[in-house]
């Protein structure tokens, strides 16, 4: 039986050469991402904001300026009303004083009064401005400490030019990933933070195969041009470097289809970050590589992990 | 690389044994379930709040109303003690966190100290059970015989320990009443308590419970001057105290400051109606101590009224008709059934130490989690069929290996899950389901390591064993990376998210087990049965 083949058992294409395309690119999507978290910032979602969250549903189509009025009517405060998943879903989002917090609840208190009769409540949150303060801080302290992490790891295993470039690669996705959500104002909660986390993980991983068999040709062929080398190398963990991103993406795209409300901003910022992973690979860490230099001689390490 | 041990065979036939055992009880009816012999596993995942629905609330003990209570305590201490030594001061006040006086007359500055250090008690350190060495105030002596007092950093923190771990206990009393299965009540950091409840179908009530402080006070009403003139003129009598019902428009009361009896006397309460309007009410008991103390307000004050607050307000004043000698009385005041019956639990329960204020509250209700499970579930078993299928097809033979391994992985997930009693949440089931996709990137590995192999012209035997052995190190590389981000998530994160990171770490290690492991093990037997000149299809 012929097995199927996403990418030719042997391909050598000149990554390396295109590399200022990709740089470009990255460069110029990373702007857009940084002009637009400058001027209109995150939709940060209540974990990192704090006020109040209702979902709510009934069993038909939600006229949503009717319940608007009918909210506004209860002298809570600015109310929003948004359908979430499906027209007979809403979520309600008061922004609440936000130095109050016994104030949010008796707020939220009084609009499920006024709609248990008529919805069903799916879900309420209410985040206290010390709380969302105290998020903000933790979800910054481990994505620096997931990278620090992964640099001191690379650095150990590796050199330093890899564990520098490896780090650059993985800021770039995280960049990446907080600019898309600022672009398309998505909400930017603490799931979303889990999966910058996992992301940090994955395109390390993704990376560390490129690098490791950069590492082997370095051995193998001592005299090979260095960007001949790169070049072999990504093309030769090529087909891996596709296959595994197309098991994880087949995986996430059931999440963000089937996966419900609930977990579909995760399985996008996951989706996005496979993808922005597995192209700084190829794109952004091999040829940084060349840019930082490598040493040549290894023969001292051979041993050691072979 | 292609050579296994009897040990190593029957180590693995005892991994996935394991597996099997404690992840046979997830698919059990719950009858089933609880009838396995107890030298069986029996645990069962645990549904977090955001799957089986329920209420979790961050509250904070507000530790500060304790000190500024303390302080004025001492206030009145060093008034007492001072004046029984006849020394004079000026100026006795609070000032920010600390109490503030001069001595009038220099040369009694020194007689003064040691009334200050009698009054300096040591910290009673409630861990150790004994006397501390630290004392519980700190003494400042300032220019101009000016002193200042303030509580000693131990002090506070061995008072804000106490002050939690009453709050816990109060809080688990209160929380028990409302019958719902295994709450989670626990301190978290300093001064905070996070309380959660499963599977709640009224989580206002809960609120409701947790939020008042319910201390009770029985006053005498002031009676020598007008409650409303106080109100609108402002001006307090010193004994007395201006309070509020709880009611549209509020009414005001003045009452007595002293405390006729405290709600601490109480043993009992309960709800029940009043006999002529049959309206609900609230019956309680005192102690012995309680109910003599009442008998004797009440036969002297008999025709004057007396007021019942609860948290600074006003429930009733009831005029006094008869001294009450039994111990135990009623309180009334319009309460609903569910108000009568919620504020005989808080009594029931006691009073909070300290107030405390919720910082966070999220609550699912049982509709959404179940729909998040049976999505999760769905997506789950979408994702796994497509991974399954894209693995036949790319690698023939060998990703059916690499099927049977994920297949067993999910079991080794589960398996381990179950034994560790960890919670399912959504993000968790997404942990899952990302693990499926990213599992075989192992296998994946190794199989275009062999193709590599056999593309170089090598033997198939020789091709299989360099390709394991090749990949081995990228693998392990590349998984401690993830690892390394799934444990600062578990640190960092909280409550669902941490699910994530123990669902991901725990797929981690599953996936370098089963894809490193089991599938090198399936490829030797084969390869075995085969003879040694075999064709690989891969």
Redesign the interface.
């Not at chain 1, 097995?3 to 996403?6: M, V, W």
């Not at chain 1, 069903?120 to 206290?128: F, K, S």
């Not at chain 1, 289809?257 to 419900?260: A, P, Q, S, T, V």
């Given at each position: 039986?012929k097995?199927?083949?996403?990418v030719p058992?042997?391909t050598s294409v000149n990554f390396i050469k295109r590399r200022y395309i990709s740089f470009c690119l990255s460069l110029i999507f990373l702007s857009v991402g940084a002009f637009s978290l400058a001027t209109q910032g995150l939709n940060l979602g209540i974990d990192f904001k704090g006020g109040t969250l209702i979902?709510a549903?009934q069993e038909e189509p939600v006229d949503i300026s009717a319940l608007r009025n009918r909210l506004n009517e209860l002298g809570v405060g600015d109310v929003q009303i948004q359908s979430f998943g499906n027209e007979n879903d809403v979520l309600i989002r008061l922004a609440g004083d936000s130095e109050n917090?016994?104030e949010n609840?008796k707020a939220?208190?009084t609009i499920?009064a006024d709609l248990e009769s008529s919805f069903?409540?799916?879900?309420?949150?209410?985040?206290?401005p010390?709380?969302s303060g105290e998020?903000i801080s933790?979800?910054i302290?481990?994505v620096t400490?997931?990278i620090a992490?992964?640099l001191i790891?690379?650095w150990f295993?590796f050199e330093w030019q890899f564990s520098l470039g490896s780090v650059i690669a993985l800021t770039h996705d995280v960049a990446a990933t907080i600019g898309i959500f600022s672009l398309l104002q998505l909400e930017f909660n603490?799931?979303i933070?889990?999966a910058i986390?996992?992301i940090?993980?994955?395109s390390?991983?993704?990376t560390?195969?490129v690098y490791?068999?950069v590492r082997?040709n370095l051995r193998k062929y001592k005299k090979m041009d260095l960007s001949e080398l790169l070049d072999l190398s990504i093309n030769?963990?090529l087909?891996?470097t596709t296959?595994?991103s197309?098991?994880?993406?087949?995986?996430?795209?059931?999440?963000f289809?089937?996966?419900?409300e609930?977990?579909h901003g995760?399985?996008f910022a996951?989706l996005w970050g496979v993808f922005v992973g597995t192209y700084s690979s190829i794109f952004i860490a091999a040829p940084l590589l060349l840019i930082l230099g490598v040493k040549r001689d290894w023969s001292g390490n051979i041993k050691q992990?072979? | 690389m292609l050579h296994f041990s009897k040990y190593k065979i029957t180590g693995i036939a005892l991994a996935i044994f394991l597996g099997l055992l404690f992840s046979v009880p997830n698919f059990l009816s719950e009858d089933a379930r609880l009838s396995l012999p107890a030298f069986l596993p029996s645990g069962k995942l645990n549904l977090g709040l955001d799957l089986q629905g329920g209420s979790h609330l961050l509250l904070e003990v507000d530790t500060g109303s304790i000190t500024r209570e303390r302080l004025e305590t001492l206030i009145s201490d060093i008034r007492i003690e001072l004046r029984a030594k006849s020394i004079g001061y000026t100026g006795l006040s609070l000032v920010k966190n600390a109490v503030e006086l001069t001595i009038r007359d220099e040369s009694q500055i020194d007689e003064a100290i040691v009334v200050f250090d009698d009054l300096n008690q040591p910290v009673v350190n409630s861990l150790l059970g004994g006397v501390g060495g630290n004392a519980e105030l700190t003494i400042e002596a300032l220019d101009d015989g000016k002193f200042r007092f303030g509580f000693s950093e131990q002090a506070i923190i061995a008072r804000n320990t106490k002050t939690v771990q009453q709050s816990i206990e109060i809080i688990r009393r209160r929380v028990d009443e409302l019958g719902t299965t295994e709450p989670v009540i626990q301190r978290q950091g300093n001064t905070r308590i996070l309380v959660q409840v499963p599977g709640l179908n009224d989580p206002e009530r809960l609120k409701a419970l947790l939020g008042q402080t319910a201390k009770l006070n029985f006053h005498l009403v002031d009676q020598n001057r007008s409650a409303y003139e106080a109100a609108n003129s402002g001006r307090v009598p010193a004994g007395s105290l201006l309070v509020y019902t709880d009611t549209d428009p509020a009414t005001p009361y003045l009452i007595q400051r002293r405390v006729m009896v405290s709600g601490e006397r109480l043993v009992d309460a309960s709800m029940g109606f009043d006999p002529t309007t049959g309206s609900p009410e609230v019956d309680f008991r005192f102690d012995s101590i309680g109910g003599k103390k009442f008998g004797e307000v009440t036969k002297t004050n008999i025709g004057r009224p007396f007021a019942i607050i609860l948290d600074n307000k006003v429930i009733s004043a009831p005029v006094i008709q008869s001294a009450i000698l039994g111990g135990s009385g009623r309180i009334t005041g319009g309460f609903s059934v569910q108000e009568a019956n919620d504020l005989a639990i808080l009594l029931r329960a006691g009073a909070l130490p300290a107030p405390m204020s919720i910082l966070e509250e999220r609550t699912v209700g049982p509709g959404l989690g179940a729909d998040s499970v049976a999505a999760g579930r769905l997506a789950l078993i979408i994702g796994f069929v497509a991974v399954i299928v894209f693995m036949a097809l790319s690698y023939n033979l060998f990703g059916l290996f690499a099927n049977a391994a994920l297949i067993i992985n999910m079991i080794l997930i589960m398996g381990v899950l179950s034994a560790l009693q960890a919670t399912l949440t959504l993000p968790g089931i997404a942990g899952i389901v990302l693990t499926v996709g990213m599992a075989v990137d192992a296998n994946v590995l190794i199989f275009e390591r062999i193709r590599e192999e056999i593309a170089a012209g090598q033997p198939a035997l020789v091709a299989v064993d360099k390709g394991y052995s090749r990949a081995l190190g990228t693998i392990l590389d590349a998984n401690v990376t993830t690892l390394l981000a799934a444990i600062i998530l578990f640190q960092l994160g909280s409550g669902p998210i941490r699910g994530f990171a123990v669902t991901l770490a725990i797929g981690i290690v599953t996936s370098v087990f089963t894809a490193f492991v089991l599938t090198r093990f399936f490829v030797a037997r084969w390869i075995r049965s085969r003879g040694r000149s075999v064709e690989l299809p891969i």
């Open positions: 039986m097995s199927l083949r996403l058992s042997k979902e549903s917090a016994a609840l939220v208190e499920r069903e409540i799916r879900r309420v949150e209410v985040v206290g010390q709380i998020l933790a979800g302290l481990a400490l997931a992490a992964m790891y690379i295993r603490t799931s933070l889990a986390l996992t940090v993980g994955y390390m991983n993704d560390v195969v490791d068999r082997e030769e963990t087909s891996r296959v595994t197309v098991t994880t993406l087949l995986a996430l795209f059931a999440l289809f089937l996966g419900g609930v977990i995760f399985a996951m992990s072979d | -």
